[in-house]
């Protein structure tokens, strides 16, 4: 079955009122292919959710970039999902492997918030990848399905789940994985889908790239069989921004 092609771009911590003013003006104004080629999502830093969403044009959507694990309560600084919820906020970035190294959130912490996202009705970029230690130890496919089974113990429904495969080696360093690697451990991650999930999740899932994706590579990338869009960081906040999304167009053609 066809997968719709999705970019998501994702600001981090980055970002004042003005320059975010000045990225979605830059957005809106954009000729890009339309929303039956390509899904856009954009993710903001929590406190510029409602002023992006406010303004950003109709086909574009927005994600939170985390959301707590349980329902609302005594967390102090957290968001949960019923919040997100609140503000329309469709999708939500989980298990980014800066939260995952930084805050040590484990396998089964993300899963549980895999989950709880999915129960209150968001949809959810559920990232997964290996450092280059493990890469270089052959741990690459190891790493990965641990990562994705700890969700699919979780959960049934797969329909509102995106996998976000970013090797941490190739986030903001400059360094990419090839096409063809990438390509590689997202046939690897489907085989493994069809293997312990089902082939229907398998063949209907979308397996996105992240690492260090800018105008100059996304094309190559975007026409492997099994990359399905891209998670894009630094390269979001600039106009290449708008490439990266025109790169559906070549996308298996």
Known sequence: MARKFFVGGNWKCNGTVAEVNKIVKLLNEADVPSEDVVEVVISPPFVFLPQVKAVLRSDFAVAAQNAWVRKGGAYTGEISAEMLINLEIPWVILGHSERRALLKESNEFVADKVACALSQGLKVIACIGET????????????????????AEKI??????????????????????????????????????????????????????????????????????????????????????????????????
Do not use: M
């Open 156 to 253: 049934k429904d797969w329909s509102n789940v995106v996998l976000a495969y970013e090797p941490v080696w190739a986030i903001g360093t400059g360094k990419v994985a090839t096409p063809v690697q990438a390509q590689e451990v997202h046939a690897d991650l489907r085989s493994w889908l069809a293997t312990n999930v089902s082939s229907e999740v398998a063949e209907s899932v979308r397996i996105i790239y992240g690492g260090s994706v800018n105008a100059g590579n996304c094309v190559e990338l975007a026409g492997q069989p099994d990359v399905d869009g891209f998670l894009v960081g630094g390269a979001s906040l600039k106009a290449e921004f708008v490439d990266i999304i025109r790169s559906a167009l070549v996308s298996k053609s």
């Open 132 to 151: 280059l230690e493990q890469r270089e130890a052959g741990e690459t496919l190891n790493v990965v399905s641990e990562q994705t089974k700890a969700i």
